[in-house]
């Protein structure tokens, strides 16, 4: 029985230094590329994060419109008449209340025509992603 396994034992040769060294360059090369494409897809989705707040606070300042509209029989804010309405106890109480999306984001909504609204930060990431909304009487 021994002699059998060492007979097939003896057939192995095993790979060579430079088969080991091709792989580790190949997996090298792989590394090199995929690392940054990571990376960059990592800031792509912050961006993009970004957006959907400023999405949601277009959301909320749409609503606030609407009930403002409501209020006022169907006579359309401008900008400056729309931020004061969101921003008190007829819509969100605050300034801060309606910039608030939790932790992951810092946002910035201020007064304006249009009303700028920006992101700064996503999950302790800086970014700089704005946008703007503009209301129905500008």
Sequence with gaps: MLRNKKRFL??????????II??????????????????SMADEA???AAQGA???IKGRLSSAQGKYMMNSGGVAPNSP???T???????YGTPTNLANLGDDFNVAVTSGTPI???VTKVQGVDVNVAGNFSAAGD
Excluded: M, Q, S
């Design 54 to 56: 400023i999405a949601e």
């Design 10 to 19: 003896g057939n192995e040769k095993g790979f060579t230094l430079i088969e």
């Design 85 to 91: 309405y969101a921003t008190t106890a007829n819509g």
């Design 116 to 118: 700028p609204i920006t």
């Design 22 to 39: 091709a792989v580790l360059v190949i997996l090298g090369i792989l590394a090199a590329i995929a690392i940054p494409k990571y990376l």
């Design 81 to 83: 008449e729309l931020y």
């Design 46 to 48: 912050r961006i993009k």
